[in-house]
């Protein structure tokens, strides 16, 4: 995967997902936290370096809070000084949804969860080889199964 990858999957859609998990608003605002909810399902960003996953250098899989979908590997995870955990790139090419973003007068692509659709952060062009890609991530958009958990 590389940014010309991500810029097509953005214009053309984007793979197929696994699986699909649709719950009604009412759904998630009782499965997820107030801060969990805010950003997943209406788009929010937690301040940088607030975050509980900046600083985590624990092994296993990152999964979306929403649906537990396993998104990024901990091996892929790198420290970018952006203030958001970041990851070079998803566990699969079908768990992850691209779009255009032009809020807040920028332009952008927005990751979110294929599966549930869940807002997780964006991803840039300027990220370590050999991808050269930056997944910027929200730390309340998802949970870290450790590598017990994920049979590692």
Not at 33 to 41: A, K, L, N
Not at 67 to 78: M, P, Q, R, W
Not at 80 to 89: L, Q, V, Y
């Amino acid at each position: 995967m590389n940014w010309n990858d991500v810029i097509r999957y953005a214009r053309h859609g984007s793979p197929e997902p696994p699986r699909r998990v649709e719950k009604t608003e009412a759904e998630w605002r009782e499965q997820l936290t107030p801060e969990q909810f805010r950003i997943t399902r209406t788009k929010g960003t937690e301040a940088p370096g607030s975050g509980a996953y900046c600083e985590s250098h624990a092994r296993g899989r990152y999964a979306c809070i929403c649906c537990g979908t396993e998104l990024f590997d901990s091996s892929l995870k790198y420290d970018s000084r952006s203030g958001w955990p970041s990851f070079t790139e998803p566990v699969q090419d079908n768990v992850i949804k691209y779009e255009r973003d032009t809020s807040h007068g920028m332009i952008r692509i927005e990751v979110m969860c294929s599966v549930c659709d869940g807002h997780l952060g964006h991803v840039f062009p300027d990220g370590p080889e050999p991808t050269g890609l930056r997944f910027c991530i929200n730390s309340a958009s998802i949970q870290l199964l450790e590598a017990e958990q994920v049979g590692e």
